[in-house]
């Protein structure tokens, strides 16, 4: 099964701390792309961060990063000073290559960010 | 500026209508998608269009039609629309790199009510 699976519907945070939000996936490709897209209410799907299979280094955007184990198959998403417009869904997705280039989405965690 | 934009943003109509989605990008993209959102916030690939070619085709009925004129418009056609196809459908384009498909880019949604 091509599945990526999000194990929390939900998640909450205090103003300012840390959350991490964890995907895991599957695949039996080598070389794939990674990425977690937020959804706020005003329903916009924005792109928070990608990673690529093949970079061992895991991807950093301001407060916003991956933790990426390959070989467990799992990408988490580090938001770190959490701040009010942070919440949101949050879907992890990944890339199918060579012919067919969807995105498939996990189910995504909804985030709170309490003041 | 924007990037991937889509009409209606909000569709309203009876069961059994005709209706018509419209995507356009700005972003020089050879590649367009249509997305489903239901009402559980799962997202999955319908179609994909490379250059007005059709790539996917994700077991959609075929009451759904996409229409590529040009490169940088995909359009969705809904024939005797159902209940079941009340959702948020979004689109979305790419560029490929070396044989890669890019990130890809959402439009706002266009959600789809059926009474």
């Known amino acids: 099964a091509q599945t990526v699976t999000q194990s929390q519907p939900e998640m909450s945070v205090q103003e300012a701390e840390t959350v991490t939000l964890s995907c895991t996936y599957d695949t039996s490709e080598s070389d794939y792309y990674l990425f977690w897209y937020k959804q706020p209410p005003s329903r916009q799907m924005i792109l928070v961060i990608r990673q690529e299979a093949y970079k061992q280094q895991n991807a950093t955007e301001n407060r916003f990063s991956v933790n990426f184990q390959k070989a467990a198959k799992s990408f988490s998403l580090k938001i770190s000073d959490s701040q009010l417009g942070d919440a949101a869904m949050y879907f992890c997705a990944r890339r199918f290559q060579g012919g067919s280039e969807k995105l498939v989405f996990g189910k995504g965690t909804k985030l709170t960010v309490n003041p | 500026d924007t990037a991937v934009s889509q009409t209606p943003k909000y569709l309203v109509t009876q069961m059994g209508n005709d209706k018509s989605i419209k995507c356009e990008q700005n972003l020089g993209h050879d590649t367009m998608y249509w997305y489903k959102q239901d009402s559980k916030k799962f997202l999955k690939i319908m179609f994909s269009y490379n250059n007005k070619e059709l790539i996917i085709n994700e077991t959609v009925p075929n009451r759904f039609s996409p229409k590529s004129p040009d490169k940088a418009h995909l359009n969705l056609h809904i024939n005797s629309l159902e209940l079941g196809d009340s959702a948020v459908y979004f689109c979305?384009?790419?560029?490929?790199?070396?044989?890669?498909?890019?990130?890809?880019?959402f439009g706002p949604g266009t959600r789809l009510l059926v009474l």
């Open positions: 979305a384009s790419s560029q490929e790199m070396q044989g890669i498909q890019e990130t890809q880019y």
